[in-house]
């Protein structure tokens, strides 16, 4: 006699598919970016699978292509980790549940108590949530204050599809808008230097995108707005991060290659 399946059931607790490869790419030494050149996706699509984010990806069919490519990249046998994608999968159609907010079930034959049904509930929808969001921000285009220059920047195509943006008539020279910025009570202002290739996101205090773009090897930026600001940083150990002046250490809040921090 046959036991009914159970989560329990599905090893969920052991390293998820993204994280194996990620390890598997530290020990050759390759950043993200170089992966996503390799692979030819883009970094943002790389760091979602890194962190088993099958959500913010555009399908499973192309999770499971992502994952045996990078394990082929990295010296992995893409047979066990295409099974464990497949179990991960198999828990929800494509809103995968990870290790950390895994909810266990015991066997029984009765039927879900109001409690785990809510729970269960609220655990699709933040990450469905999640997942949507990251899907925007591909598509949302953010303004960068500079010095001596206003520039609109998109995100990197996603999916290669290219999206038109509208460049906006800037009624005063930017080196004004740029010192009214610094000005305005409650200012602050953050620079960032990459020493190599660099993913970067920055909100400000009202969750405003001031930057998500690639920033190229030996470039600079200045960013002003209200605080607090969140950073998502790939390839941090190449980025250094001053906040007001004052030089911030990322390597703390670093995991993967990818710094994600708060700065008020």
């Not at 996603?158 to 943006?165: G, K, L, N, Y």
């Amino acid at each position: 006699m046959s036991e009914e399946p159970s989560f329990d059931a599905i090893p969920l607790s052991h390293p998820a598919p993204g994280q194996l490869l990620a390890e598997a790419r530290e020990a050759r030494g390759w950043s993200v970016d170089e992966v996503a050149m390799r692979l030819k996706f883009s970094t943002r699509q790389i760091v979602a699978l890194e962190a088993d984010a099958y959500g913010a990806l555009p399908g499973a069919t192309i999770v499971r292509g992502m994952v045996r490519s990078y394990a082929k990249a990295v010296g992995l046998d893409p047979t066990p980790l295409i099974a464990d994608l497949e179990r991960r999968l198999s828990v929800d159609p494509f809103t995968v549940v990870s290790p950390s907010m895994h909810v266990p079930i015991r066997e029984s034959s009765k039927k879900p108590t109001r409690l785990y049904a809510a729970l269960s509930s609220l655990i699709v929808l933040v990450v469905v949530a999640l997942g949507a969001q990251w899907w925007l921000d591909g598509r949302t285009r953010s303004t960068v204050s500079r010095p001596a220059t206003t520039q609109q920047q998109i995100s990197p195509e996603e999916e290669r599809e290219s999206v038109p943006a509208e460049v906006p008539i800037e009624t005063a020279p930017a080196s004004e808008m740029f010192t009214s910025q610094v000005m305005a009570p409650g200012n602050k202002r953050i620079e960032l230097q990459f020493g190599a290739e660099a993913w970067v996101e920055v909100r400000d205090g009202d969750g405003k995108i001031l930057m998500a773009q690639l920033n190229p090897a030996s470039s600079q930026t200045a960013l002003v707005g209200k605080p607090p600001f969140t950073l998502v940083i790939g390839n941090a150990n190449s980025v250094q991060v001053r906040y007001d002046g004052t030089p911030v250490d990322v390597s703390g809040v670093s995991r993967n290659d990818v710094a994600r921090l708060i700065l008020d």
